[in-house]
C-alpha cells in the first residue's frame, strides 16, 4: 500500500506542477511584446513534470528495497526480540506472520510468539511510511521549485525535455543490455564452479547423462555427467524434426497468403494462424501427450514396431512443430509482401509464370526475412520444456530413433534446479553448465541469422 501511495503521489504532484508550469508558460506568452517564446508551453510544462517526477520514481524504487529491512530492524528493537531464534528458517517465518498480520494480509498467526512482534510491526510500518511520505514532498516540492523558477520567455525547454527523454530512452536500452550481462555473467561464474568438480571433456563428449543428487559431492562420478544424449535430444526434436514440420508449412502458408489467397480469406486465415503463438505450451503439452503420441504409437504398433512407447520425441517434435509454425509464417510473410510490387509485374512481363516469380524473384529477394524466422523459430524450439516433459519424457537416450523417448537441455535444468539439492553439489551446478552452452548456441544462431541478412540484404526504392 506504501509503494502504491508514493506512486500515486508523485504522479499527482507531477500533474500539479504540469498545469502550474503551463499556465505560467502561458502568463509569458501573453506577456511578451510578440508573443512568442523560445519553447512552446507544452514543453514547459514537462520540464517541470520530469524534475518531479523523475527524482521521487527515483527515490521510491530505492525506498522500496530499504524500507523493508529498516521496518524489519525496527522491530528487532522490541524486548520480545530476545526470544527470537537466533538464525534461521523458524526465526523468518515467525516474523513474516507477523509482517502479514501487520498489513491485513492474514487474519492471525500459526506462532504464538509472532503475537508479540504484530504491534511492534504495525508500528514500524506507519512510522516509516510517514517517512516515505515527506521525504517524496520534500524531493517533488524541491524538483518543482527548481524547474519552475528556470522558466523564463527565452527558456529552450524543448531541448532540455529532449535531453531528458533521451536519457531515459538510453537507460531503457541499457537494462536490456545490463540484464544480460548479468544473465550471461552468473552463468559463467557457475558453470566455472562445476568444470572445477567435473571435466569439461567428459561433459561436452560424454555418453551418458544420470546425475545424482544424493551421491558425494566431493567425489563425483565424471561418467554420469556426458552431456552429448541431451544436445542430441535437444537437436533432434526442436531442430531437425520440428523444423521439417514449420519450415515447409510456414513457407508455404506464407506464399500461399501473399500470392494466391483472396484478400477476405487472408484477412480470416493469417490471424488465426498467429493465434497458435499464443496458445500456452502446456496447452501444446496436453495435445501431445494425450492425442498425437499415443495415435504414433498405435501406429507404430500396426507396422510392425512392438517397441514403440507412448512417450517419443516424433510426438515432442510434430507439436512443437505445429507451435512454431507461425514464428515461420509470420515472417516469410511479412519479408515477402515487402518485396516491391515492380519486381513481380517484370517477371510476369518477361514471361515467368507465378511460380517460377515465387521461386525466382520473390523468395531469394525475401531471404533474408524468411532465414530470421526460421533462426527465431529454432531458437524457441531449443528452448521450449513443457511439450517435451508431456510427450517425451525425461530420459536422456542417444538414438536415432524418432520413437524412443528423450529429453532435452531444458527439461534437465529444470530437473536440476527444481526439489532441495544443495547448489554446492555438480548435479545442481551441472544446470548452469548446460544453460550455458544453450545460451552459446542460442548466440550462435542469433549470429548466424543476422550474417546471413546483413550477407543477402536488398535495399529498395
Known amino acids: 500500500m506504501s509503494l502504491t501511495l508514493l506512486l500515486l503521489l508523485a504522479l499527482g504532484l507531477g500533474l500539479a506542477g504540469w498545469l502550474a508550469a503551463r499556465a505560467r508558460a502561458w502568463s509569458f506568452r501573453r506577456a511578451s511584446p510578440n508573443g512568442r517564446l523560445a519553447s512552446l508551453p507544452t514543453y514547459h510544462a514537462w520540464y517541470v ?29 522490541a524486548p520480545a526480540a530476545d526470544q527470537l531464534p537466533a538464525f534461521g528458517f523458524q526465526r523468518q517465518t515467525i516474523l513474516n506472520e507477523a509482517r502479514a498480520v501487520a498489513t491485513g494480509a492474514a ?22 511510511n510517514w517517512i516515505g511520505v515527506t521525504v517524496t514532498l520534500t524531493i517533488a516540492f524541491l524538483g518543482g521549485v527548481y524547474a519552475f523558477l528556470r522558466l523564463k520567455p527565452d527558456f529552450a525547454a524543448r531541448n532540455r525535455v529532449e535531453k531528458i527523454v533521451m536519457a531515459i530512452l538510453l537507460g531503457a536500452s541499457l537494462v536490456a543490455i545490463l540484464t544480460t550481462l548479468g544473465i550471461f555473467v552468473s552463468l559463467v561464474f557457475e558453470t566455472i564452479r562445476f568444470f572445477g568438480m567435473v571435466n569439461p571433456i567428459d561433459f561436452l563428449f560424454g555418453l551418458h547423462w544420470g546425475p545424482d543428487p544424493m ?24 531442430a531437425i524434426i520440428a523444423m521439417i514440420v514449420a519450415i515447409p508449412l510456414g513457407l508455404m502458408s506464407a506464399i500461399y497468403l501473399t500470392q494466391y489467397a483472396n484478400p477476405k480469406f487472408r484477412a480470416w486465415v493469417k490471424p488465426a494462424l498467429e493465434i497458435l503463438a499464443g496458445v500456452p505450451t502446456v496447452v501444446y503439452g496436453y495435445f501431445a501427450a494425450l492425442t498425437i503420441a499415443p495415435a504414433i504409437r498405435d501406429f507404430a504398433i500396426s507396422l510392425g514396431a512392438s517397441s514403440a512407447s507412448s512417450e517419443s520425441a516424433l510426438a515432442a517434435g510434430l507439436v512443437m512443430g505445429v507451435m512454431i509454425i507461425p514464428f515461420v509464417s509470420s515472417m516469410a510473410d511479412d519479408s515477402i509482401a515487402a518485396v516491391p510490387q515492380a519486381m513481380r509485374d517484370g517477371s510476369l512481363a518477361m514471361g515467368a509464370t507465378t511460380n517460377e516469380t515465387i521461386r525466382r524473384v520473390l523468395v531469394p529477394a525475401a531471404l533474408p526475412g524468411i532465414v530470421a524466422g526460421v533462426m527465431l523459430a529454432i531458437s524457441r524450439a531449443i528452448g521450449e520444456t513443457m511439450i517435451v516433459v ?6 536422456a537416450n542417444l538414438s536415432a530413433n524418432p520413437l524412443d523417448s528423450m529429453t532435452t537441455v531444458t527439461v534437465q535444468i529444470v530437473a536440476m534446479l527444481t526439489g532441495e539439492g544443495s547448489f554446492d553439489h555438480p548435479a545442481t551446478l551441472s544446470a548452469f553448465a548446460l544453460g550455458f552452452v544453450l545460451f552459446l548456441v542460442t548466440l550462435g544462431l542469433n549470429f548466424i541469422a543476422l550474417r546471413v541478412v546483413k550477407r543477402f540484404r536488398e535495399a529498395y526504392e
Not at 70 to 75: E, M, R, Y
Not at 390 to 395: G, P, R
Request: net charge negative; glycine share 8%; hydrophobic share 50%.
Open 390 to 395: 508431456m510427450a517425451a519424457s525425461t530420459a
Open 215 to 238: 551421491s558425494n559431492a566431493e567425489n563425483p562420478d565424471p561418467s554420469r555427467y556426458g552431456a552429448i544424449p541431451l544436445f542430441w535430444g535437444t537437436l533432434f526434436i526442436g
Open 107 to 128: 487474519q492471525g498467526v500459526f506462532n504464538p510468539l509472532a503475537r508479540e512482534f504484530v504491534e511492534p510491526y504495525r508500528e514500524a510500518i506507519g512510522r516509516y
Open 49 to 77: 513534470a520530469l524534475w518531479i517526477i523523475l527524482p521521487v520514481l527515483i527515490f521510491v524504487g530505492i525506498w522500496s528495497a530499504i524500507a523493508p529491512g529498516l521496518i524489519t530492524q525496527a522491530v528487532l528493537t
